[in-house]
């Protein structure tokens, strides 16, 4: 049952453009096209109709790079849970719908055009501490010199599912980025190798976050369910321990 | 010019060390003088920035995402090979070398192979330094898989989503470097063309994605990193923005472009679902361990099916065609990926596809669960004779080991794998070809490195599954940044490279003709129009199976697609600005010479070998009838293509292999 | 140490510390007022112990009053700092898709509180204040000159719940009291970064103790407004 639909789309020329909601209509939409195939089919007439396409982030459509976005009917990559944008189809969706389409919202992350934004702030945490100071010569010790607690390492791992795709920062009615710092703070808090310099990582990669101006986190949990990954609101808690203890020691 | 591997002599597992002790080194002082720029930041590229920067050169990198941690590594599933030998199984550096020249079918450089082998160890070391949360056993230690039909258990993996840990451990380090200020970052950053100055690469000139700026940036040495052409076939597990632009313009400013027609076809994908597809998902084929694959024997069968008038899970086992199981009774359902792929297709051609394109096969877990849900059932002590139970224990032991791989089926088909079979169908996914390198990893044109997939170097004519990601390490962590300096040694008085010159000035130059043309050229049809147009071409004439008449008319048809291309094609905007349409219509520029490039090289190697299969190189009788025919005597060669103009007029310049360690074999999996 | 009070995650912690003693205020606050459906006398006697007791009036008071203001002055300071964190909003948003109403509206039910708090210090903290310390009557008697009028405590408790508007605007308070607990009881342990296998436990006694604590209150005003 092909779909005929009305989309209400921020369109936004650039940075210092006022922006505002203009309405399109799509038709003959298949409930097997994904929400930005969707987004293709009216690219594709807009440019048939001599329009400009409408500008969206997207890379490898397959729910992992992070680069997709959008706030779809009220909700960061739509209504689906534990998928991104690019997984999101059109089944979720019925004939006649209007569907609302903007942009990640945050001062962090500034329009660049129509539905893309800038989330160069995540990077810029990221360089404040997102490492292990550790040299690629490969002369490190034996991967399997030190064992880890299967359970600390699986917590670990879960931690570093995220794709940095901004949908916490989207959804946090404060635009907190808490649970993505949360997410990488965690990973390397719980390994061996990451605790070494664990003190001064989450002073330098929350001070970065309140620089980049995002908001504080009132554990609404909103980031937790719209994550497409499902990172745990655990990782935030675990990351207020470290920086409380960090902040004592130093 | 005659091509000269530079492989180092002296026996094999002596050549790497040797050589490294033999190179030329640049001392710290010096090497704050030198500038690296490096294009792509994927596992190769960011883990060669990140080292490079360590190291001291100043590295200038640049990716067309918006963050380093989106280039398509991040998307690899499956796991990573290294000869560790943790399990004890007979695993070595010797074995893994011999593996992976017998899985590329015997058309790899050796010593390139072993030299990989070697350093792959050191990868698992050094990422697990870094924090890469791989999968470990409750005793702690690194958990291990068996992939890819080889015989040891040596691949390390994190969940289904190792290229995404291994990318994000090669980012951190590239954080740490960027956070010292020894790498300056460029995101949305296009490289257009490289520029060369007295015979050098001595830079590059790029495109600014947000506001349209064209730039130069010089450097002594540019390294690309910049993955494979996959997308040349429009549909593939590629990322969108997946290209070949800067492998091509290297190859147009000299570098040799190496065996373009070895492409690697996953056999399982989710089928197309339509014309609106814009991109193919894989998944791992992992799945090829529990799942059985089959078509409906007869054609009336698949009509029901298709029709929906037949479920797929009521039709008898007599009337299913379990093919793989027929055609290969040793292997079965885990043939190598190649031969996989191409049986998929046989059925299809036949008429046996099982959905509506008639593109699809089935792989189906019902035995699978049945052989489960029975040993739990004995092994917890319950009735193995109730089959609702049974089948609901055999469940959940599928969910344990493919959970999210099931559950990524249902959201994109919607249908429920558990109690229906999944359709399958083979895919584009990696491209082993590429720009041709000598053992340091350098081009034809001096200076200008090239690594990862974007280089043609490791894989032969086919690669072994978790085998992209050790190669992109390897030569981003552990060998370019050895080899590059021997070659930098030579620049340490050299001083900075001025953009002012008129080799940057013209490349500059023809760059924004380029990007003008497409803004001003009021055509009639959209990029993609084009790109379609081209994957058809490519998948229908030049995919899993190939001839000299597809060939040859596919060479005619997309020498015309692309003139209609350079008539018709429609950009809108400008080139001021954001403009997706305008960076698309470059990138489908490169793929439709490229195309003509990859089909030529498809015909001249008259052999079917790996990813490679022609129709006429087939064993005529015996057991072995009908399976590819490798022809070692006329063909044991890299094919590396030289620059000419019109891709019809490449020069072929023929590297022969040589192979003293490992005797060629014809591949069987009967 | 230095400077916590700069950071997000500081101040979050300082947010929860003033709340988890202000809790704990609270259920003092009614395990006291309780004793006056049961029992005035004893009521009156633990009020006047509490009233004069220098302890408590001069080192608890005034902890409690900072608790309070300071509470109230940050989650304003967080409100606004968290508005300027996203300056444009959606045009369409779906909050209930992915989180309470509650934790959205925190400072709705807060600014509802202190609102409350207002007319209850109005009611009984001022004129407590003014018979103190500026009449300078310590006695608690209902006659300062007569010790046998009994402990006034009781008597004016009862005196306020007579109207029946003030009575509808504390139920009213109440319920956006535990609108508030709903969501800050458990919050707050999050805050400080206890988030384990106890929170689970925990989040069922937030919800008995956020419904529970102010459904008390409301029982004590209607039940001296039924029964004066």
């Known amino acids: 049952m092909d779909m005929n639909l009305t989309l209400k789309i921020w369109r936004q020329k650039n940075a210092s453009d006022k922006g505002s909601m203009v309405d399109y209509k799509v038709s003959d939409i298949s409930p097997d096209m994904s929400f930005l195939e969707m987004l293709d089919v009216l690219n594709e007439q807009l440019i048939n109709n001599d329009e400009e396409p409408v500008a969206f982030d997207h890379d490898c459509r397959e729910g992992i790079c992070g680069m997709c976005s959008l706030y779809i009917n009220g909700e960061a990559h739509g209504p689906d849970r534990g998928v991104t944008t690019c997984q999101l189809h059109m089944r979720m969706f019925k004939d006649g719908d209007t569907i609302t389409i903007e942009p990640f919202r945050a001062t962090a992350f500034p329009v660049v055009k129509d539905l893309i934004v800038d989330r160069s702030s995540f990077d810029r945490i990221q360089h404040a501490g997102g490492f292990i100071s550790v040299n690629t010569s490969g002369n490190t010790i034996d991967a399997n010199a030190t064992p880890i607690n299967k359970a600390d390492a699986d917590t670990a791992f879960e931690a570093a599912t995220c794709i940095g795709c901004g949908a916490c920062v989207a959804s946090c009615k404060n635009s907190s980025a808490m649970l993505f710092v949360g997410a990488k703070v965690s990973q390397f808090a719980l390994l061996p190798q990451g605790k070494v310099e664990a003190t001064d990582r989450v002073l330098n990669m929350v001070k970065q976050m309140d620089d980049e101006g995002f908001g504080n986190c009132t554990n609404t949990g909103a980031c937790e369910v719209e994550c497409p990954k499902g990172i745990s609101l655990e990782n935030i808690a675990r990351m207020n321990r470290e920086y409380l203890a960090a902040s004592l020691k130093g | 010019m005659s091509l000269d591997s530079k492989v180092p002599q002296g026996p094999i597992k002596d050549k790497w060390t040797d050589y490294k002790n033999h190179i030329d080194l640049v001392n710290p002082a010096n090497k704050r003088n030198i500038d690296v720029i490096v294009v792509g930041t994927g596992l190769a590229g960011g883990s060669a920035a990140a080292t490079l920067a360590e190291l001291g050169y100043n590295v200038k990198v640049f990716c067309f995402q918006d963050s380093p941690r989106r280039a398509h590594s991040i998307a690899a599933q499956g796991g990573i090979n290294a000869a560790k030998n943790y399990q004890g199984d007979g695993d070595s550096t010797y074995r893994l070398f011999y593996d992976t020249v017998k899985g590329g079918d015997y058309r790899s450089r050796e010593a390139n192979v072993y030299r990989l082998a070697e350093v792959s160890a050191n990868i698992i070391d050094q990422c697990v330094a870094q924090g890469v949360p791989f999968a470990r056993e409750y005793g702690g230690l690194l958990d291990n898989r068996s992939f890819g039909g080889v015989l040891v258990s040596r691949t390390f993996y994190a969940a289904g989503q190792t290229g995404q840990q291994l990318l994000l451990g090669a980012y951190s380090a590239m954080n740490r470097q960027i956070g010292r200020g020894k790498i300056k970052m460029y995101n949305r950053h296009e490289m257009l063309d490289v520029v060369k100055v007295d015979g050098k690469a001595r830079g590059i000139i790029t495109r600014n994605l947000i506001t349209g700026e064209v730039e130069r940036h010089s450097a002594h040495a540019v390294v690309l990193g910049t993955g494979g052409y996959g997308n040349v076939f429009f549909l593939s597990t590629n990322a969108m923005g997946s290209n070949v632009t800067a492998g091509w313009k290297a190859h147009k400013k000299g570098a040799y472009f190496a065996n373009p027609c070895y492409t690697q076809i996953h056999p399982t994908c989710i089928p197309v679902s339509g014309d609106h597809q814009s991109k193919l998902t894989l998944m791992s084929e992992s799945l090829r361990n529990d799942g059985r694959i089959w078509v409906p024997k007869h054609k009336k069968d698949v009509e029901a099916i298709k029709s929906g008038a037949l479920k797929p899970r009521e039709l008898a086992e007599d009337d299913r065609d379990y093919y793989l199981e027929r055609r290969y009774p040793a292997f079965g359902n885990l043939v190598p990926r190649d031969v996989a792929s191409r049986a998929a297709k046989e059925r299809c051609d036949a008429g046996f596809g099982v959905n509506a394109t008639g593109e699809a096969v089935f792989l189906d877990f019902a035995s699978a669960i049945q052989r489960y849900g029975k040993e739990t059932a004995h092994v917890k002590g319950l009735d193995e004779n109730d089959a609702a139970l049974v089948k609901k224990l055999g469940q959940e032991v599928i969910k344990n080991k493919y959970g999210n791989l099931f559950q990524m089926y249902e959201k994109i088909v919607d249908q429920d794998p558990y109690n229906t079979p999944m359709m399958i169908y083979p895919a584009v996914h990696y491209t082993m070809g590429g720009v041709w390198v000598d053992y340091n990893l350098m081009t034809t044109v001096p200076g200008l490195y090239c690594i990862g997939e974007a280089n043609f170097s490791d894989h032969g004519a086919n690669r072994l599954g978790a085998s992209a990601l050790m190669q992109g390490l390897a030569d981003g962590y552990f060998v370019l940044p050895y080899t590059i300096g021997d070659y930098l040694s030579n620049d340490i008085r050299t001083g900075p490279i001025s953009t002012d010159s008129k080799e940057f000035e013209e490349a500059e130059k023809e760059v924004r003709k380029q990007l003008e043309f497409f803004v001003t050229n009021k055509g009639s049809h959209s990029v993609d129009y084009f790109h379609k147009k081209l994957g058809k071409i490519m998948w229908n004439k030049v995919g899993m199976s190939r001839n000299v008449k597809g060939l040859t008319e596919a060479i005619a048809e997309i020498k015309a697609l692309r003139e209609e291309f350079w008539k018709e094609v429609k950009v809108p905007g400008t080139n001021e600005e954001y403009n997706e349409e305008l960076a698309k219509a470059g990138r489908v520029a490169d793929f439709l010479e490229l195309g003509e490039l990859f089909a030529k090289d498809a015909l001249n190697r008259e052999e079917s070998c790996g990813g490679h299969f022609r129709e006429d190189s087939v064993e005529l009788d015996g057991e072995q009838k009908g399976e590819a025919l490798r022809n070692d005597k006329d063909f044991a060669y890299v094919s590396a293509w030289e620059y000419k103009g019109e891709p019809s007029d490449a020069v072929l310049h023929k590297e022969e292999l040589e192979f003293k360690d490992i005797e060629l074999k014809q591949r069987s999996y009967k | ?228």
């Open chain 3, 1 to 228: 140490m230095s400077g916590i009070l700069n950071s997000s995650i500081g101040r979050k912690f300082a947010m929860a510390l003033s709340a988890l003693f202000l809790m704990f205020f609270l259920l003092q606050h009614f395990s006291i007022n309780i004793l006056s459906v049961f029992s005035p006398e004893t009521f009156n006697d633990v009020s006047h112990f509490m009233g004069t007791f220098p302890l408590v009036q001069y080192v608890l008071q005034p902890v409690l009053i900072f608790g309070v203001v300071f509470h109230f002055v940050m989650g304003f300071v967080l409100e606004i700092k968290n508005n300027k964190a996203r300056r444009i909003s959606y045009a369409k948003n779906n909050g209930g898709a992915n989180s309470s109403w509650m934790s959205r509206n925190m400072i709705w039910s807060g600014a509802a509180i202190l609102a409350f708090v207002c007319l209850h210090f109005y009611d009984f903290w001022f004129p407590e204040i003014n018979t103190k310390f500026i009449v300078g009557d310590m006695s608690g008697l209902v006659d300062p000159n007569n010790a046998a009028s009994g402990y006034r405590y009781f008597e004016e408790l009862q005196h306020k719940f007579v109207d029946l508007w003030r009575v509808v605007l504390y139920v009213v308070a109440f319920v956006f009291l535990a609108l508030h607990l709903l969501h800050g009881f458990d919050s707050a342990f999050q805050s400080v970064g206890a988030n384990n296998k106890y929170t689970k436990g925990l989040k069922r006694f937030s919800k008995i103790y956020a419904i529970g604590i102010p459904l008390g209150f409301i029982f004590i005003a209607v039940f001296h407004f039924l029964n004066h």
